[in-house]
């Protein structure tokens, strides 16, 4: 399986995972944002991954 692929199945199972969760956002095909809330403060967590080619 080719690394386009493997990343492919990759971004498939991450959509999956956060489908409808508002929460959550696809900024890039490499690039996601996650929004932790809590009573006393806010922060969002970004995780942004390199192209594999």
């Known amino acids: 399986m080719s ?4 990343q492919e199945m990759e971004l498939e199972a991450l959509r999956s995972i956060y489908e409808g969760d508002e929460s ?3 900024l ?3 690039s996601f944002q996650y929004r932790i809330t809590s009573c006393k403060a806010e922060y969002i967590s970004q995780a942004t991954g390199s192209s594999r080619s």
């Open 3 to 6: 690394a386009n692929e493997d």
């Open 28 to 30: 890039s095909p490499v």
């Open 24 to 26: 959550f956002r696809e």
